[in-house]
């Protein structure tokens, strides 16, 4: 983060801000989210990677219908851009809206065949509905593709 930090006062880069805010919603200081995310947004609000982080932060707030509406207008602007998409299909799928994170993830996969994100929602709707084989296919995708253990239910 140090480096990030360094390298920002020297040129200011959406991305980054936007990574350092993704870190800080993770380890829960919300002061340090706000920082970085109100300065990805100065810089570029309608950069995926921005929408993305802004999404996870209103997520985390249980604030889904506004998350919702985000991601909507940004993915009709850009509907072949894979974080849009699968920013979408998260929110989706905190709104238990299973079918669009179905049609979306299988969308995503030939559009965005190295992210594992699409593996991971397929995975999650195939436990919910108990198909444990269809789950368990996709879930060994999601990891083949560099997606983290820790994120599966238990049983995986």
Not at 27 to 50: C, R, Y
Not at 121 to 137: C, M, P, R
């Amino acid at each position: 983060a140090h480096h990030y930090e360094k390298s920002l006062k020297i040129k200011p880069n959406a991305v980054l801000y936007a990574k350092l805010a993704r870190r800080a919603i993770a380890q829960k200081k919300p002061a340090e989210v706000t920082k970085w995310l109100d300065n990805a947004m100065s810089i570029d609000p309608e950069l995926p990677e921005v929408v993305g982080v802004r999404v996870e932060l209103l997520l985390s707030q249980k604030k889904k219908e506004e998350a919702y509406r985000i991601t909507s207008q940004a993915l009709a602007a850009n509907p072949k851009n894979c974080e849009l998409l699968m920013t979408h299909v998260a929110v989706n799928w905190a709104m238990g809206y299973e079918k669009p994170v179905t049609s979306n993830s299988n969308f995503a996969i030939p559009l965005c065949p190295d992210d594992p994100r699409p593996h991971f929602f397929l995975g999650l709707v195939a436990h919910t509905f108990q198909n444990k084989d269809e789950a368990k296919k996709h879930f060994k995708k999601y990891l083949r593709l560099g997606g983290e253990t820790e994120k599966l239910p238990p049983g995986y």
